[in-house]
C-alpha cells in the first residue's frame, strides 16, 4: 500500500528558506498518471494547494506563491521536495505532501484529485 | 481563481440523521469536484471524485451529486466516526482550491 511521509525541519526563522521531503513508499514515483503535491493548512486560510510536480519533473505552482517556490523530484530515492524561500509568519501552516494534482499525456492535461496524503508536518516560522 | 463557497459553515445532528452539505463555484469546474472528511490531528481524506465518484474503501452512505457550479455531498445516515469536517476541492482550473469547510458537529 501506498505511502507518504513528509520530513524536514519544523522551525524556520523569517527570511529563510523552509525545505521539506515527502518520502513515497509502497510504489514507484514513476507511476504515469500520477503527480505529485504539496499543500498547506493553516486556521486562517484553510487548505491552500502549492504545487505539484510530474515524475518527468514538470511543475505547476499555485500563482500566489510562484516566486518563492520549488519542488524537485528524487526519482532513485522515490521521493520530492518543497523549498519554499523569504518565510514569513504568513508560511506557518501544517505542511501535507499527496498524491494527485493533475497531469498531461502528449495530447491533453487533466486535472486529479489528492488521493493519498501524508500525515502533514508542523512548520513555524519564528525567530 | 475559482472561489468555492461551502455551506452551512456547521452542521448539528444526532447519528441516524441525514447530513447535506453544498459546494458552489463561483464558475464551472467541468465536473473536476471532490470531497474530503478531516479529523482533528488528521490529514484529509478523499471521499468522491469527478462529483460522485466514491473513493476506495468509502462507505455507499456517502454520496455527491450535481454539475457545473453546485454540488452536494449527502451522507444518508450519520454515523458516530462521521463527525468531522469535509472540504469540496475543484481540479478543472489552476490554481487548484479549496471551500472553507463544513463541519458536522454532534447535536
Known amino acids: 500500500q501506498l505511502r507518504l511521509q513528509e520530513s524536514g525541519s519544523g522551525l524556520v526563522k523569517p527570511s529563510q528558506t523552509l525545505a521539506l521531503t515527502c518520502a513515497v513508499s509502497?510504489?514507484?514515483?514513476?507511476?504515469?498518471?500520477?503527480?505529485w503535491s504539496w499543500i498547506r493548512q493553516t486556521p486562517g486560510k484553510g487548505l491552500e494547494w502549492i504545487g505539484y510536480i510530474y515524475h518527468s519533473g514538470s511543475t505547476y505552482f499555485n500563482p500566489s506563491l510562484k516566486r518563492r517556490v520549488a519542488i524537485s523530484v528524487d526519482r532513485p530515492n522515490n521521493q520530492f521536495s518543497l523549498r519554499l524561500t523569504s518565510v514569513t509568519a504568513a508560511d506557518t501552516a501544517v505542511y501535507f505532501c499527496?498524491?494527485?494534482?493533475?497531469?498531461?499525456?502528449?495530447?491533453?492535461?487533466?486535472?486529479?484529485?489528492?488521493?493519498?496524503w501524508g500525515q502533514g508536518i508542523p512548520v513555524t516560522v519564528s525567530s | 481563481e475559482v472561489v468555492l463557497t461551502q455551506s452551512p459553515g456547521t452542521l448539528s445532528l444526532s447519528p441516524g440523521e441525514r447530513a447535506t452539505l453544498s459546494c458552489r463555484a463561483s464558475?464551472?469546474?467541468?465536473?473536476?469536484l471532490a470531497w474530503y472528511q478531516q479529523k482533528p490531528g488528521q490529514a484529509p481524506r478523499l471521499l468522491i471524485s469527478?462529483?460522485?465518484q466514491r473513493a476506495t474503501g468509502i462507505p455507499d452512505r456517502f454520496s455527491g451529486s450535481g454539475s457545473e457550479t453546485d454540488f452536494t455531498l449527502t451522507i444518508s445516515r450519520l454515523e458516530a466516526e462521521d463527525f468531522a469536517v469535509y472540504y469540496c476541492q475543484q481540479y478543472g482550473s489552476s490554481p487548484r482550491t479549496f471551500g472553507q469547510g463544513t463541519n458536522v458537529e454532534v447535536k
Open positions: 499527496a498524491r494527485g494534482g493533475g497531469y498531461c499525456t502528449s495530447n491533453s492535461c487533466y486535472g486529479t484529485a489528492f488521493d493519498l
Open positions: 469527478g462529483v460522485s
Open positions: 464558475q464551472g469546474v467541468n465536473n473536476n
Open positions: 509502497g510504489g514507484p514515483i514513476t507511476s504515469d498518471n500520477y503527480s
